[in-house]
């Protein structure tokens, strides 16, 4: 059984990227899964206090630090996001500011405080129109490394504006896919 850590980025409850994550969780079997819906936690942004420039540990005292625990024990991480402005979402970079954790402690200190273990990485991304979204694209991987998953699958459901996610044969198709990996992930 893996543990799955999931950011969902969307503002809306059952729209795109709401739809995307449910047609891959529901393929899972037996995971021990973890979502953080990044608009209605309770997660506050980075204020660059900078006690983690010195410390191994954020000062600030929200629910992020269930998150961190979660990151911890983590097999995959799994960033879902609409497109705004060819970037994940506003919401979910604001708790992702949070990760400066463990930036702070690479760069300054030399330390690294994640568990030394495989963590896979996996992003899903809804946008309205037919671009690269390469930002988005970029940015998810850089979060996903930035939290030790490597091996990053990305799912880029394009053009939700005229195809609906659940008439998007080819989407679907790698969202099986991609459930298999994760139920075949020892
Ligand atoms: C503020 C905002 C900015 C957007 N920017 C883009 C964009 O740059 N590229 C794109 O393809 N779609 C863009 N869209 C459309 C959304 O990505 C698209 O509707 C998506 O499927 C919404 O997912 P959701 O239902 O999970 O929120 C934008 C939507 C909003 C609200």
Redesign the pocket.
Known sequence: MSNILVF?????K???????LGSLLDQLKGQEIHVVETYRAKISPCVDCRCCWEKPFCAISDDMQQVYQWIQEADWIIL????????V?GSLLQVMSRLQLYWMARQKRGEELLPEKIRRGAAL???????K?QA?QDMTKRLLHCMGASDVCIIH?????RIA?EDNAAVLRQLKELAERINYTI
Do not use: I, Q, W, Y
């Not at 879902?80 to 970037?87: I, L, Q, T």
């Open positions: 969902n980025g969307s503002p809306r059952n729209g795109d990227t709401a739809k995307l879902a996001s609409p497109v705004h402005f060819d970037e979402s991304l809804a946008a309205g129109g037919p671009g979204a988005a459901c394009k053009n939700t504006d996610v």
